[in-house]
């Protein structure tokens, strides 16, 4: 793609910056970089899984990982980003063994975090609370993410993963409405299970589940 060869250059460019001149800045002009390198590493993510899954064929890389530590990874990736926007995050993450696309896995994450520190409420403290742990009636691991967000309205609720759709709530004009179409497209495929909960101006609450490896 001709896109991705021309971003690919300011990128390489910003990431040496960051890790050869930190002593340089100041320590916001470091966050407000490190947030643009987020945000422009997410839009290329999201723009290279849209393509993938256009694919009429699509292969996934299906291996034994360790959950927590890969929602670690991704917590380490946006830590930046976490401290500029002043989100606490507190952790239950246990050692839980999945099948699945770690890569895939990773997006699907960073796309919910993203989304948490985004629709932040700037009215009280942030937090994201993270757990995972076996739930015996449904016989799946899982992974649940809660946050002190603004939420979403019980009117927009059952739309949220559909292409395109931003929500009637102001506080949504940035959205794309592509993330989550992206989250619930590769949940289907990888056989992920996703339960949502909100209401407005008090959180947003997301469950991935995954199914148990057999002995």
């Given at each position: ?106 997006f699907i994450f960073t796309q919910i975090l993203v989304n948490a520190v985004k629709y932040s409420n700037v009215k ?31 009117s927009d609720l059952p739309f949220i993963f559909d292409k395109g759709f931003t929500g009637d709530n102001t506080n ?44």
């Amino acid at each position: 793609m001709l896109f991705m060869s021309e971003i690919k250059t300011p990128t390489s460019l910003l990431n040496f910056v960051l890790q050869n001149r930190k002593e340089e800045m100041s320590e916001l002009v470091y966050q407000r970089l490190e947030h643009a390198k987020i945000n422009i590493n997410d839009h290329v993510e999201q723009i290279l899984f849209y393509a993938r899954l256009q694919a009429a064929h699509v292969d996934y890389k299906l291996e034994i990982i360790s959950l927590n530590h890969s929602f670690e990874d991704v917590l380490l990736e946006l830590q930046s980003l976490l401290d500029e926007k002043d989100v606490k995050v507190t952790s239950q993450l246990e050692d839980v063994p999945i099948v699945s696309d770690e890569r895939a896995l990773q997006f699907i994450f960073t796309q919910i975090l993203v989304n948490a520190v985004k629709y932040s409420n700037v009215k009280m403290d942030s937090f994201i609370w993270l757990k995972t742990g076996f739930d015996s009636v449904k016989d799946r691991y899982y992974i649940r993410i809660c946050d002190n967000g603004i939420g979403v309205l019980s009117s927009d609720l059952p739309f949220i993963f559909d292409k395109g759709f931003t929500g009637d709530n102001t506080n949504r004009n940035q959205s794309t409405g592509i993330g989550l179409y992206l989250v619930k497209k590769l949940c289907d495929e990888l056989q992920i299970e996703i339960e949502v909960d909100s209401k407005y101006e008090e959180g947003f609450v997301i469950q991935f589940l995954f199914a148990k490896i057999e002995d």
